[in-house]
């Protein structure tokens, strides 16, 4: 990912909304028997377009205005969210998108690691968290609504940031030379008969 001043805003923006979508709307909207999480699902959509600089750095921000905003423990959700930034560029950085499947199954999976990795925190320094069977129960509901969530949100995304992607714009560029070549190449009876009249004038 290029990151420009105008791209660093957008970034700054899709953050912003993300946190402010959580804590107007779906913090407020039960399901199955939890709520989902936008923000994870932002985080790691980022990680896997821009590396694990822009994810690790996006997470920390959300996680930063999620803690001021909701008055929690501050840096324990940006510490969870930043892992699951970091884990979703590295692997872009190690890997290719090659189906429509792996962001939602990738999503899922990094979701779940952060809802874990956050309870793990808020046991260890003693924050009203209790061990319970339900964790789990939370985490696996957490992983399989961050992979719904990411159907419409990966794309979404990476529709706001294209300007910026390496591999869109390249694609892009390269589709357009080939249409270029195609146009140029084009052969049809109009060129035959411009080379027929070329040929009667030769003799």
């Given at each position: 990912?290029?990151?420009?001043?105008?791209?660093?805003?957008?970034?700054?923006?899709?953050?912003?909304v993300a946190?402010?979508?959580?804590?107007?709307?779906f913090?407020?909207?039960?399901l199955l028997?939890?709520?989902?999480?936008?923000?994870?699902?932002?985080?790691?959509?980022?990680?896997?377009?821009?590396?694990a600089?822009t994810?690790?750095?996006?997470g920390?921000?959300?996680?930063?205005?999620?803690?001021?905003?909701v008055?929690?423990?501050?840096?324990?959700s940006?510490?969870?969210?930043?892992?699951?930034?970091?884990a979703a560029?590295?692997?872009?950085?190690?890997?290719?998108i090659v189906s429509?499947?792996v962001?939602?199954?990738?999503?899922?999976?990094l979701?779940?690691v952060?809802?874990?990795?956050?309870?793990?925190?808020?046991l260890?320094?003693?924050?009203d968290a209790?061990?319970?069977p339900?964790?789990v129960?939370e985490v696996?509901?957490?992983?399989?609504l961050?992979?719904?969530l990411?159907?419409?949100?990966?794309?979404?995304?990476?529709?706001?940031?294209?300007?910026?992607?390496v591999?869109?714009s390249?694609r892009a560029?390269?589709?357009?030379?080939s249409?270029?070549a195609?146009?140029?190449g084009?052969?049809g009876?109009?060129a035959n008969?411009?080379?027929?009249?070329?040929?009667?004038?030769?003799?």
């Open positions: 990912m290029i990151v420009t001043p105008r791209i660093f805003l957008r970034l700054a923006a899709i953050v912003f946190v402010l979508l959580q804590a107007a709307f913090s407020g909207v039960p028997g939890s709520v989902a999480n936008v923000v994870p699902v932002v985080v790691v959509a980022l990680g896997l377009l821009g590396g600089v994810g690790t750095v996006s920390f921000a959300a996680g930063i205005l999620i803690d001021v905003m008055g929690g423990t501050l840096g324990v940006s510490l969870a969210l930043m892992a699951a930034g970091y560029g590295r692997w872009r950085e190690g890997y290719d429509s499947l962001p939602p199954l990738l999503t899922g999976a979701c779940g952060a809802a874990l990795a956050y309870g793990a925190m808020q260890t320094l003693g924050i209790t061990v319970s339900l964790v129960r696996v509901v957490q992983a399989l961050g992979a719904l990411a159907v419409p949100v990966f794309p979404l995304i990476r529709r706001v940031l294209r300007p910026a992607l591999d869109d390249a560029r390269a589709k357009a030379a249409a270029r195609g146009f140029g084009r052969s009876p109009f008969i411009r080379g027929d009249r070329g040929h009667l004038r030769g003799l």
